[in-house]
């Protein structure tokens, strides 16, 4: 199996700005450029872009604005983990011998289309994705006897960890009172449980074996990776308390990467909404159906950030398109000990947890230094 | 006569495959097991309700037709898990499906 790493990547804040999305895919991009000024634009053979924004043509209107002819260039959609699917695409490039260098662009605005999936009729009036979050609270809180005021712990954490992040839309720390106190949405779901649609942009360049060697001081390498669709329609899944999808492609991302879940030191979990945290953690096999948030209690009270360390989408905020290559650069970030106060210690191996619309779809990476 | 034709004047039908008799549904034209002819049975359907939550004190619910597919549905009374429904209400509304369910 070729080995296939990463040796640059770019992020700029996540924020509330109303700019062209074009600008927004640039921002990442530039900074990705200006961090890493040994790769030379010319040897670029893909552009890809991720994003659920409407606008057409954007790699080669990319490609243009930064000086770059590649071979291949198109977009790539799949809601909310566009951007780990993009990297999957790229991997794929790499790996197939198309492309020895492919620079995923995600970006999104903060009034992006693709938080509703219209095509889903079987939803009726209830399309908007606080209505799938809220039947999976209620789904997991009686199941597993868990309340409100533990899941709020969730929000707390991710909250509390955001602001070691300087890219974060959240900049603030919240009590459980706080989060119990935040507008109540739907019966199941409070404001401060729910990530936001946000503006923002994050590049990653991945390269061949050869390549990440020439370019790269600090090399991180995908070891593993794991896809699943189980459906699209948010109606279909087997369960409201736990993510197939998300099952089946940690375990071909693992057994790709000849890992185990407790080899993992450090994970980006989407989260969404709280509920989807401790779901996530047991569906990826960290712990057993219903004890989800044994680990987030006890990560949160010994100040561990081995799980989210960005502060997740709940503190990061979600701009769908950039999310999963956020994720992707945070765990890079942590596997190269350059996460600042952020940092876990000894991460030699992280996992990347990214989905769609109710997890109808999952992808999971694993990534090794 | 398609599924949206009978919904929009509120009828309520079930997409059945004509060869393999399957349920399709999403409703669709052809079969997504068979790929065969799929026509719409009428009826006085009973669903089971999945699951429910709420919004500003307006109940939804997740609601599972023959042990095979599922809609969510306004409810007005408090739902239980497991309660018998029949839909009362459906149509489409600026685009969108609604259902009620009784």
Excluded at chain 1, 165 to 192: C, F, G, H, Q, W
Excluded at chain 2, 27 to 45: M, Q, R, T, Y
Aim: glycine share 6%.
């Amino acid at each position: 199996m070729a080995k296939i790493g990463i040796i640059g990547y770019g992020i700029t804040p996540f924020t509330k700005d109303d700019k062209k999305i074009e600008s927004i895919l640039l921002d990442s991009a530039k900074e990705l450029f200006k961090n890493n000024q040994k790769i030379n634009r010319d040897d670029i053979d893909a552009v890809l872009v991720s994003t659920n924004n409407n606008s057409k043509y954007l790699s080669p209107i990319l490609s243009e604005m930064a000086g770059i002819q590649p071979k291949i260039a198109h977009s790539i959609e799949n809601l909310c983990n566009s951007g780990t699917n993009s990297i999957v695409s790229a991997y794929s490039y790499i790996a197939s011998g198309l492309a020895d260098l492919v620079l995923v662009t995600g970006a999104e605005r903060y009034d992006s289309p693709g938080s509703v999936l219209d095509w889903d009729n079987s939803r009726g009036e209830y399309k908007h994705p606080i209505f799938w979050a809220s039947l999976f609270a209620k789904s997991y809180k009686r199941e597993f006897n868990i309340s409100d005021e533990q899941l709020a712990l969730v929000s707390v954490k991710n909250h509390k960890q955001a602001k070691e992040n300087p890219n974060a839309l959240s900049n603030k720390t919240y009590t459980i009172e706080d989060v119990m106190n935040s507008k109540k949405i739907t019966e199941d779901l409070r404001l401060l449980d729910c990530s936001r649609s946000c503006t923002g942009s994050s590049s990653i360049i991945l390269g061949s074996e050869e390549k990440v060697k020439e370019l790269s001081e600090n090399p991180v390498w995908i070891t593993g990776i794991g896809q699943k669709t189980t459906s699209a329609g948010f109606t279909k899944n087997t369960s409201f308390s736990s993510m197939e999808s998300t099952k089946q492609a940690c375990e071909t991302a693992l057994k790709m990467s000849k890992k185990n879940i407790e080899n993992v030191n450090v994970a980006e979990i989407h989260d969404a909404f709280s509920v989807c945290e401790p779901m996530a953690l047991e569906s990826l096999g960290f712990i057993n159906e219903g004890h989800g948030m044994d680990i987030i209690k006890e990560l949160h009270l010994t100040n561990n950030f081995k799980i989210n360390p960005r502060g997740g989408l709940i503190g990061c905020g979600h701009p769908l398109g950039a999310t999963g290559i956020a994720q992707t650069i945070e765990i890079t970030q942590q596997l190269q000990s350059n996460a600042n106060k952020r940092q876990v210690d000894d991460a030699n191996v992280g996992l990347i947890h990214n989905m769609s619309a109710a997890a109808t779809s999952s992808t999971v990476l694993v990534l090794e230094k | 006569m398609s599924f949206e034709t009978k919904l929009k004047e509120g009828i309520f039908c079930i997409p059945e495959c004509n060869e393999c008799k399957k349920i399709v549904w999403p409703p669709a034209e052809f079969c997504n097991h068979c790929f065969g002819i799929v026509s719409l049975k009428e009826g006085d359907f009973e669903a089971k309700i999945i699951e429910f939550s709420s919004k500003n004190e307006q109940y939804f619910c997740i609601v599972e037709f023959e042990k095979t597919f599922r809609i969510i549905a306004t409810i007005s009374k408090t739902p239980n898990i497991g309660q018998s429904v029949k839909i009362s209400k459906c149509g489409i509304s600026d685009g969108n499906y609604f259902f009620v369910v009784i």
